[in-house]
């Protein structure tokens, strides 16, 4: 039962443009949202988060979109740089279950020049 | 910036044997968290302690130990391997283990079972 869903298992971006990675929950106790880049051969590295009393936070070139009635949200990146080819992982949790994360499949975003 | 730092960073192991990963917090986290990622699969939460204590469980084998030590140090235990342990395992530490507190990642330990 895959609880965070990330769709699309792939995204291709002109540098420059903006990427938008898509992200869906089905666990209503989901009330904390993080997003993690990850290279091959290292951990995921955190990105950006959002509180469920949210609906947008932003930090730099990341923004990240929450909307709980369709339980969806959106990571956008603008620009895209070509650095930011990654896998991307969306992952939630619940405050019934102290840090426990549960991520997305993950989406590879590639960048190109 | 001190990282969370896990070893080995790979380990080969034949079926029934046992493994032993080490895991070591960012300085001042309390809080260490287990995955197991297979291949092309997201991570799979195992299990956390915060304060030595275990503080949640996910979809840990009964062949599988954890614990956290004085020094918040962790250690994941596992016995009898099977093929289908071999997987990348990555810790991962916070602090004060509040639900907003981010959880930072180690590089991951590649565990392959022959």
């Known amino acids: 039962d895959q609880q965070v869903k990330q769709n699309s298992p792939s995204l291709s971006v002109q540098e420059g443009r903006i990427s938008i990675l898509n992200c869906d929950y089905t666990?209503?106790?989901?009330?904390?949202f993080l997003w993690y880049k990850k290279y091959p051969a290292e951990g995921p590295t955190f990105l950006i988060s959002?509180?469920?009393?949210?609906d947008k936070n932003e930090d730099g070139r990341f923004t990240v979109f929450l909307n709980k009635s369709a339980k969806h949200l959106s990571l956008h990146i603008v620009p895209s740089q070509p650095g930011d080819s990654a896998v991307y992982f969306c992952?939630?949790?619940?405050?019934?279950?102290?840090?426990?994360?549960?991520f997305g499949q993950g989406t590879i975003l590639t960048v190109h020049p | 910036a001190a990282g969370v730092i896990q070893s080995p960073r790979h380990l080969i192991k034949e079926k029934r044997e046992t493994a032993t990963l080490k895991c070591y917090p960012i300085?001042?986290?309390?809080?260490v968290y287990w995955y197991q990622q297979g291949p092309g699969q997201d991570p799979q939460f195992l299990i956390s302690?915060?304060?030595?204590?275990?503080?949640d469980k996910g979809s840990i084998p009964d062949r599988f130990s954890a614990q956290q030590f004085s020094d918040y140090h962790s250690e994941l235990n596992m016995s009898s391997l099977e093929l289908g342990d071999s997987a990348l395992y990555f810790c991962?530490?916070?602090?004060?283990?509040?639900?907003?507190?981010?959880?930072?990642f180690g590089p991951g330990t590649r565990l392959t079972v022959l």
């Open positions: 991962a530490s916070s602090l004060k283990g509040q639900i907003t507190d981010t959880q930072y």
């Open positions: 666990n209503s106790m989901f009330d904390y």
């Open positions: 959002i509180s469920s009393i949210k």
């Open positions: 992952a939630a949790s619940s405050g019934t279950s102290y840090g426990k994360l549960t």
């Open positions: 300085p001042r986290h309390d809080t």
């Open positions: 302690f915060y304060e030595k204590m275990q503080s």
